[in-house]
């Protein structure tokens, strides 16, 4: 089974995105990270309606994210395997 996420958009939107990441080195060739990203939309416009995805069962869950009509938070989890 698989998680979607749907969006809708009712005017193109200007801002910006600032955000703040971390890796760490866990072995030689592996690497973990979170980042998290803040879109702020507050040019023109009436909203943004975002829905994410949720958990069901053992199955995965999708990314963490809210919304309202001036912004957008994510948060992102990785593993990296370095050649």
Do not use: H
């Amino acid at each position: 089974m698989s998680n979607s996420a749907t969006g809708s958009f009712d005017t193109t939107r200007s801002g910006f995105v600032v955000g703040v990441g971390l890796e760490w080195l866990i072995t030689q060739n592996w690497t973990a990270r979170i980042e998290y990203l803040n879109y702020d939309f507050s040019g023109g416009g009436s909203g943004i309606v975002f829905t994410s995805p949720t958990c069901r069962g053992a199955g995965s869950c999708g990314a963490i994210v809210a919304a309202n009509e001036r912004d957008l938070n994510v948060v992102r989890f990785g593993v990296n395997y370095k050649f």
